[in-house]
């Protein structure tokens, strides 16, 4: 009997007892090392390099028609992507590094106490990051355009700030509008339209270093996205585009990290592991305001791997000349109609 109780009460405080992941256990995911208890787990970090994938791959686009005259672009670009359930488990209900308090059992039975149970494994989410319920990225741009040709390019820098060490990114962006080589052929009513093929690629570096540890574990992002847009302009202060495409994202570790406590468990890690984010077809609905001079606010939403929102409130838009405009092509009058209209025009006179 006691043996019973003593086993009901070990179950019971290992089932309350699950803590978030510490610093060490976090970090140790992105060590590829042999042997390593918890170390290599792909899986465990894949939502950083979907989420980095999904916000740098937006904000390419403010309109599917580049104008042939000289036009700059200058803005803040925002996208917002919400932490959902698909982010905080993987691999039959673990915890990712967004995940919750949660025990992964590696015994034979999940009915033995992990204290007790040979090779068990203790693998939880990181407290900070499960708090978050939106991920974004901050950034800058600007982007010019020509004859119906537009180059886009972003960037952003900032110094160490507290944990975070490193920040930086550039990013480009090529666009090509092909309405008017055909519009022209069209109706009237059909010249609001217009399509482009675009790309976008992303390059991102963060460098971290965690409290009592030396060194910094330092995160590549690289990422690439191809779209074809489709606009409907019906007003000069008005457009609506749809886009389809696919993205791509890949996260890269390095660097190296000593515990200020040389006695303590885990005291280096070295950071290897590359992972592919979830990131694949992307189609965007977007829609974009002209209002006054230059002030050009884009949103939309992006249906994914991941679902994002598109704000880019702080959006400037400036042109210089005069737009041509769009002369439908008049049809073609045959000999044999020419001949019966003069033969009409005889026998009126």
């Given at each position: 009997m006691k043996k019973i109780l003593?086993?009901?009460?070990?179950?019971s405080i290992s089932a309350f007892s699950a803590e978030w992941a510490s610093i060490y256990h976090s970090l140790i995911a992105f060590d590829e090392r042999a042997g390593l208890p918890d170390g290599n787990r792909p899986g465990y970090v894949?939502?950083?390099?979907?989420?980095?994938?999904?916000?740098?791959?937006?904000?390419?686009?403010?309109?599917?028609?580049?104008?042939?005259?000289?036009?700059i672009e200058a803005g803040m670009p925002l996208m917002?992507?919400?932490?959902?359930?698909?982010?905080?488990?993987?691999?039959?209900?673990?915890?990712?590094?967004?995940?919750?308090?949660?025990?992964?059992?590696?015994?034979i039975s999940d009915k033995i106490s992990c204290s007790t149970a040979p090779n068990c494994r203790v693998v939880n989410g990181n407290e900070t990051l499960n708090k978050l319920g939106v991920f974004t990225y901050p950034y800058l741009q600007l982007a010019g355009s020509f004859y119906h040709a537009r180059v886009a390019l972003r960037g952003m820098w900032l110094?160490?700030?507290?944990?975070?060490?490193?920040?930086n990114l550039f990013g480009f962006g090529l666009q090509y509008s092909f309405g008017h080589l055909f519009l022209h052929e069209l109706p009237k009513a059909l010249h609001p339209f217009d399509v482009s093929l675009a790309f976008g690629m992303n390059f991102s570096g963060i460098g971290y270093t965690p409290d009592n540890y030396n060194g910094t574990l330092d995160l590549d992002i690289t990422t690439t996205h191809f779209m074809l847009v489709l606009g409907y302009q019906p007003?000069?202060?008005f457009e609506v585009m749809l886009s389809l495409g696919y993205e791509t994202s890949t996260m890269e570790s390095s660097g190296h990290l000593v515990s200020e406590d040389p006695d303590s468990y885990g005291a280096e890690i070295f950071p290897s592991l590359s992972v592919d984010g979830n990131n694949g077809f992307r189609m965007g609905l977007t829609v974009s305001f002209s209002l006054g001079a230059s002030y050009h606010p884009v949103v939309g939403v992006d249906f994914g791997t991941k679902t994002s929102y598109t704000t880019n409130v702080l959006y400037f838009k400036q042109s210089f000349g005069k737009e041509p405009e769009i002369k439908e092509k008049k049809a073609k009058v045959s000999d044999s109609e020419t001949e019966e209209n003069e033969a009409t025009d005889e026998v009126t006179e």
């Amino acid at each position: 009997m006691k043996k019973i109780l003593f086993f009901a009460l070990s179950l019971s405080i290992s089932a309350f007892s699950a803590e978030w992941a510490s610093i060490y256990h976090s970090l140790i995911a992105f060590d590829e090392r042999a042997g390593l208890p918890d170390g290599n787990r792909p899986g465990y970090v894949k939502p950083l390099a979907t989420n980095l994938g999904t916000v740098l791959n937006s904000n390419w686009i403010s309109s599917a028609r580049i104008p042939q005259i000289f036009t700059i672009e200058a803005g803040m670009p925002l996208m917002i992507v919400g932490i959902g359930d698909e982010d905080r488990t993987y691999a039959n209900g673990a915890p990712t590094i967004f995940g919750d308090k949660e025990y992964e059992w590696g015994a034979i039975s999940d009915k033995i106490s992990c204290s007790t149970a040979p090779n068990c494994r203790v693998v939880n989410g990181n407290e900070t990051l499960n708090k978050l319920g939106v991920f974004t990225y901050p950034y800058l741009q600007l982007a010019g355009s020509f004859y119906h040709a537009r180059v886009a390019l972003r960037g952003m820098w900032l110094p160490a700030i507290s944990e975070l060490q490193s920040f930086n990114l550039f990013g480009f962006g090529l666009q090509y509008s092909f309405g008017h080589l055909f519009l022209h052929e069209l109706p009237k009513a059909l010249h609001p339209f217009d399509v482009s093929l675009a790309f976008g690629m992303n390059f991102s570096g963060i460098g971290y270093t965690p409290d009592n540890y030396n060194g910094t574990l330092d995160l590549d992002i690289t990422t690439t996205h191809f779209m074809l847009v489709l606009g409907y302009q019906p007003f000069k202060f008005f457009e609506v585009m749809l886009s389809l495409g696919y993205e791509t994202s890949t996260m890269e570790s390095s660097g190296h990290l000593v515990s200020e406590d040389p006695d303590s468990y885990g005291a280096e890690i070295f950071p290897s592991l590359s992972v592919d984010g979830n990131n694949g077809f992307r189609m965007g609905l977007t829609v974009s305001f002209s209002l006054g001079a230059s002030y050009h606010p884009v949103v939309g939403v992006d249906f994914g791997t991941k679902t994002s929102y598109t704000t880019n409130v702080l959006y400037f838009k400036q042109s210089f000349g005069k737009e041509p405009e769009i002369k439908e092509k008049k049809a073609k009058v045959s000999d044999s109609e020419t001949e019966e209209n003069e033969a009409t025009d005889e026998v009126t006179e």
